[in-house]
């Protein structure tokens, strides 16, 4: 005879677990700066430091935020490709988005440095290099600007003001993923 009975609830697979997992983290963030701010967040943007620079990232896009795991590097990729990740299990390919956008590398030795893992949905088993998570953002509380860079990519092209004046720069990573260059990591 069993001693779990029909009722006992059981742990939830994988993908279900992970699910769980970051609707978690992004209501960790939402309480976090709510705190810090006063007043409730409604954000559906990550503010992260890459490269230096202020940039977004639409929660729908990235799956989770995990410490800076060690990073194997790949014979023959490019030099923006830092490498394999375990994550959870998962080797998931690590890029340093500030030297794909020919930036100087990011402090990848920094205990505030994080890896954004992509949503599932895009089908890109990747992580960006992020030197630090700065919070929720919301796009309606900044000022959207006219594109410097028209002929730039289409995944960074959209830049917005906050109310203290800093620029910043909203990645699009379905964008991103689609970019040739962006596919192409060995040399």
Same mark, same amino acid.
């Given at each position: 005879?069993?001693?779990?009975? $029909?009722?006992?609830?059981?742990?939830? %697979?994988?993908?279900?677990? +992970?699910?769980?997992?970051?609707?978690?983290? /992004?209501?960790?963030?939402?309480?976090?700066? %709510?705190?810090?701010?006063?007043?409730?967040?409604?954000?559906?943007?990550?503010?992260? *430091? =890459?490269?230096? &620079?202020?940039?977004?990232?639409?929660?729908?896009?990235?799956?989770? =935020?995990?410490?800076?795991?060690p990073v194997t590097p790949v014979p023959l990729a490019q030099d923006w490709y830092?490498?394999? %990740?375990? =994550?959870?299990?998962?080797?998931?390919?690590? /890029?340093?988005?500030?030297?794909?956008?020919?930036?100087?590398?990011?402090?990848? !030795?920094?205990?505030?440095?994080?890896? =954004? !893992?992509?949503?599932?949905?895009?089908?890109?088993?990747?992580?960006?290099? %992020?030197? +630090?998570?700065?919070? *929720?953002?919301? *796009?309606?509380?900044?000022?959207?600007?006219?594109? +410097?860079?028209?002929?730039? $990519?289409?995944?960074?092209?959209?830049?917005?003001?906050?109310?203290?004046g800093r620029q910043w720069t909203r990645i699009d990573l379905a964008q991103l993923? &689609?970019?040739? +260059?962006?596919?192409?990591?060995?040399?």
């Amino acid at each position: 005879m069993s001693s779990q009975t $029909p009722d006992t609830p059981s742990t939830p %697979a994988g993908p279900e677990r +992970r699910s769980r997992l970051r609707q978690y983290q /992004v209501q960790l963030l939402e309480r976090m700066q %709510a705190a810090k701010t006063g007043v409730a967040v409604g954000g559906r943007e990550l503010g992260v *430091l =890459i490269g230096g &620079r202020f940039c977004l990232l639409d929660l729908t896009q990235i799956s989770e =935020i995990v410490p800076l795991q060690p990073v194997t590097p790949v014979p023959l990729a490019q030099d923006w490709y830092q490498g394999l %990740a375990n =994550i959870r299990g998962n080797l998931t390919g690590v /890029v340093d988005l500030a030297r794909y956008q020919g930036q100087d590398a990011g402090d990848a !030795t920094a205990s505030d440095c994080r890896l =954004i !893992t992509f949503a599932p949905a895009l089908g890109f088993n990747c992580a960006l290099l %992020a030197e +630090r998570v700065l919070g *929720l953002r919301k *796009l309606a509380d900044m000022q959207a600007v006219e594109a +410097r860079d028209e002929a730039g $990519p289409e995944w960074r092209r959209q830049h917005f003001t906050d109310g203290e004046g800093r620029q910043w720069t909203r990645i699009d990573l379905a964008q991103l993923v &689609r970019e040739a +260059r962006f596919l192409q990591v060995g040399l």
